[in-house]
C-alpha cells in the first residue's frame, strides 16, 4: 500500500521533473533554432554566391581554352582543306585537330566533289556524330550571316553546353568562311563538373559546421542566461521551503546580476521580518511561561491555606459567620479554578517549548480507563466497552489527561451516557499497532463551522455560552498529548448522533523516546 | 513511632513556608520549619525529625544538594516539593535519594496523604524472615543485612524490598509496586520505582551494573530472585 503510494508519489515526481526541463528548454530550444536559422541563412547564401561564381570561372576559363584551340584548329586545318574534300582527308584533319592538348572530339562535316556529304571524325568519343550536336545549334553555325561593318564574318563560332547520360559536354561548331567544311567539336566537362561537384561537398560541409557551431554557441548563451536563472529559481524555491538563509552568488554586473542582488534583498528582509516575528512570539511565549510560573508560589500559598477554609466550611456549621461563608465558598471553588488554569498553561508552555517528555510505562489500557474513570466518580455516567489485556507502552499520566479531558468534555458539553470503547488494531504494513479510543457523547453534536477549532486554545464555541468550569485549554492539551505519543485525535459528528472523538495511539512509543528504556533494559545482564 | 510525627518544612518562600505550615499542623504534624538548605541541616541536626519537606529551589545550596548531603549520613525520608515544569527536576531529585515528590501547587491535603505513606513504610508488620543468597531481610527487627553487615536503607528502599520479597521469582508491575511501596493511586510515576530500584541495587548487589538479586523483567517490571 505505502510502496505503490509511493511509487505512485515517484512516477508523477518524475513526470513533473521531465515537465519541467521541457518548458525549460523551451527557452533554449527558440534560441538555438533562431541561431541555426541566421547561421543557415548565411552559410547558404554565401556557399551559393561563391559556388556560383567558381563556376562560371571554372566554366568559362575551360571553355575559353577549348573554342580558342578549335577555332584554331579549324583556321590551321579544315581552312586548308579544299572545298570538296574526300572522305579520307576529311577524317584526317579530324584527326589532326582532335590531337591537341584540350582533347576534344572533332567533327567535321563537307560536300564531296559529287555533292554528297561527307564525314569526318577523329573517334576519339565513341561516336560523336551529328545526331550529338543539337538542332539549334546546326541551323545557327550553318547560317550565313549578313556581313557589313559590325559583322565582319559570314560564319560565326557557336557552342552550347548539354548534359548526356549524367555528363555535362561542350559543343561547339562553325563552318569556315568560303570552305564549305563545318566542323563540330565535343569536350566533356567531366573534369570540370567533378571539381566543382567537390567544391559543392566542401561548401556543404562548412555549411553543417557552421550550423553546428552556432549550434553550441546558441548552447552556450542560453547556458550563460538560463544557468542564472536556473540558480535563482532553486533559490526561490528553498525559500519557499522555509530556508531564509539562501542567498544567490552575485557576480558580474549585468542585469541578471541586478536580479540577483535583487533577490538577495528580498530574501535578506524576508529573513529579518521572520527573525523578528519568531523572535516576538518566543517573547510573548516566555512571557506566559514566566507567568504562569511565577502565578505558582502565590498559588501554592494561596491554595494550602485555603483548604483550611475548606475544611472550616465542611466542620460543623457555626465555625464560620453564616455572612461571609458565601464569600469564602466563593474563594475555595476560585482558587481550584485558577489552579488548574495555572497549571494547563504550564503544561502548554512546556508543549510549546518542546520541554515535555514521555515517561513511558507497559499498561492494560482498560484499566487505565477504568482508573481514570473511578477516580472522577464518573463511573455511573460513562458506558465502558473494552477487553482487559489490550497492553500499551505509553505515559499513563499523560493517557490519563487525554482521557479526562475527553470524557470531561463529553460530559459537559454532550450529557450522560457518554460511551467509551476501545480497540486495538494490529500493524498493517507501514503502519505499527494502534490503540484505537473512541468517545462518543449523547448529546446535540458539534456544528459543522465549529469541528474545525474544537482544538484551538480558548476556542469558545459562541460569546454568548454560558461560561463552563473548563480553562479553555482542555482539547488542545489532549492534542498536544496525543502528539507527543505520536498519536492523534479527530473530532466529528456521530450518525446516530452526538460528537465522537477517536483517540489513535500507538501501542508501543518506545522509538519516540530513545534511551528511555535503556535504564530498564540495563538490569538483564 | 511517635505519635505525633514531626516534620521539617524547608522552603524559601514566606507565604508559602506559612500556608504549608499551617496546613500540616492542622493535619496534626509538628512542623519546625527552615528558609534555606544551610537552616535546615543544621535544624535536622539539632531536632532529628521523622520526614523532610524539601522545596527544589532554594537559595544558597539548593533542594538536591540538600537531599544528597543528608543521604551521606541518614535514611530520613524526604518528600520534593519541586516545579513539575521541569521534567528533569524530578529525574534529579529522585536521583539524589528522594522517596517521593509533590507538585507546586500543592494541595495540604495530597501532601499529607504522602508524608503518612512515606511514614508508614517504615513501621513492621510480619515477624519472620528471608534470606536471598547472601542477603537476609529480617522483618522482625525490619533489617537488612548482607554478609552478616547491617544495609542502612531507607524506608522506601526497605518497604520495596520487602514488597518484592514477599513474592519471590514474581514480577510485579512499576504500577503494583507504585500501589504496593509509595500508595499512589493509578497515576504514579514510574521513574520513582526505577529510581529507588537503582538505589537499592547499590546497595544490595554485589555487582550495580549487573544485579542477581533484583531483575528487571522486560515489558513488566522487577522481580526479586535468588542468585543460582
Known sequence: ?525 | MTPVPSLLLIEDDDAIRTALELSLTRQGHRVATAATGEDGLKLLREQRPDLIVLDVMLPGIDGFEVCRRIRRTDQLPIILLTARSDDIDVVVGLESGADDYVVKPVQGRVLDARIRAVLRRGEREASDSATFGSLVIDRAAMTVTKNGEDLQLTPTELRLLLELSRRPGQALSRQQLLRLVWEHDYLGDSRLVDACVQRLRAKVEDVPSSPTLIRTVRGVGYRLDSPQ
Open chain 1, 1 to 525: 500500500m505505502t510502496e505503490a503510494q509511493g511509487g505512485v508519489r515517484g512516477w508523477a515526481a518524475t513526470r513533473k521533473g521531465h515537465l519541467s526541463r521541457l518548458r525549460f528548454t523551451s527557452l533554449r530550444l527558440r534560441l538555438v533554432v533562431v541561431f541555426g536559422l541566421v547561421a543557415l541563412t548565411a552559410a547558404v547564401s554565401a556557399s551559393g554566391i561563391a559556388y556560383w561564381l567558381n563556376r562560371e570561372a571554372v566554366l568559362t576559363r575551360t571553355q575559353d581554352a577549348v573554342l580558342g584551340d578549335f577555332k584554331q584548329a579549324m583556321q590551321n586545318r579544315a581552312g586548308t582543306l579544299l572545298p570538296h574534300p574526300t572522305q579520307d582527308e576529311l577524317q584526317r584533319t579530324a584527326g589532326q585537330m582532335a590531337n591537341s592538348s584540350q582533347r576534344f572530339s572533332v567533327l567535321l562535316v563537307a560536300r564531296d566533289a559529287d555533292g554528297k556529304t561527307v564525314y569526318g571524325s577523329s573517334g576519339a568519343l565513341d561516336g560523336f556524330s551529328l545526331r550529338d550536336v543539337p538542332a539549334s545549334l546546326r541551323a545557327a553555325v550553318n547560317k550565313r550571316q549578313k556581313v557589313d561593318s559590325g559583322n565582319k564574318y559570314a560564319y560565326h563560332l557557336y557552342w552550347q553546353r548539354v548534359t548526356d547520360h549524367g555528363t555535362p559536354y561542350l559543343v561547339a561548331g562553325t563552318k569556315v568562311i568560303d570552305g564549305g567544311v563545318t566542323g563540330y567539336m565535343l569536350k566533356s566537362l567531366e573534369p570540370e563538373a567533378k571539381d566543382l561537384n567537390s567544391l559543392a561537398w566542401s561548401l556543404g560541409i562548412a555549411t553543417g559546421l557552421a550550423l553546428v557551431g552556432s549550434a553550441l554557441l546558441a548552447q552556450a548563451a542560453a547556458s550563460t542566461v538560463l544557468k542564472p536563472v536556473q540558480r535563482l529559481g532553486v533559490a526561490a524555491r528553498r525559500l519557499g521551503e522555509g530556508r531564509l538563509d539562501t542567498r544567490l552568488r552575485v557576480s558580474g554586473t549585468d542585469e541578471l546580476a541586478d536580479l540577483s542582488r535583487t533577490f538577495n534583498d528580498a530574501a535578506e528582509a524576508l529573513e529579518k521580518r521572520v527573525d523578528d516575528m519568531a523572535a516576538r512570539d518566543e517573547a510573548s511565549r516566555r512571557f506566559v511561561a514566566d507567568m504562569s510560573h511565577e502565578l505558582r508560589t502565590p498559588l501554592t500559598a494561596i491554595t494550602a491555606v485555603t483548604e483550611i477554609l475548606e475544611e472550616e466550611l465542611e466542620a460543623e456549621s457555626g465555625s464560620i459567620d453564616p455572612m461571609i461563608e458565601p464569600a469564602v465558598r466563593l474563594v475555595v471553588s476560585e482558587t481550584r479554578r485558577l489552579n488548574d488554569l495555572v497549571e494547563n498553561l504550564m503544561e502548554v508552555t512546556r508543549f510549546d517549548a518542546g520541554t515535555a517528555k514521555l515517561v513511558l510505562d507497559d499498561v492494560d489500557v482498560a484499566d487505565q480507563i477504568t482508573a481514570c474513570i473511578d477516580a472522577r466518580a464518573w463511573l455511573d455516567a460513562v458506558d465502558l466497552d473494552a477487553e482487559r489485556g489490550i497492553h500499551a507502552r505509553l505515559d499513563p499520566r499523560r493517557l490519563d489527561v487525554i482521557l479526562a479531558n475527553l470524557i470531561g468534555n463529553a460530559l459537559k458539553h454532550g450529557g450522560s451516557p457518554v460511551r467509551v470503547s476501545v480497540r486495538a488494531s494490529d500493524a498493517k504494513d507501514g503502519e505499527g499497532a494502534e490503540v484505537v479510543i473512541a468517545v462518543r457523547d449523547h448529546g446535540p453534536g458539534i456544528p459543522e463551522d465549529v469541528l474545525p477549532h474544537v482544538f484551538d486554545r480558548f476556542y469558545k464555541a459562541s460569546a454568548s455560552r454560558p461560561r463552563s468550569d473548563g480553562s479553555g485549554l482542555g482539547l488542545s492539551i489532549a492534542m498536544e498529548n496525543a502528539h507527543i505519543h505520536g498519536g492523534t485525535i479527530t473530532a466529528a459528528n456521530s450518525p446516530e448522533g452526538g460528537a465522537v472523538f477517536t483517540l489513535r495511539l500507538p501501542r508501543d512509543v518506545s522509538a519516540l523516546t530513545e534511551g528511555a528504556d535503556r535504564e530498564a533494559e540495563k538490569g538483564d545482564a
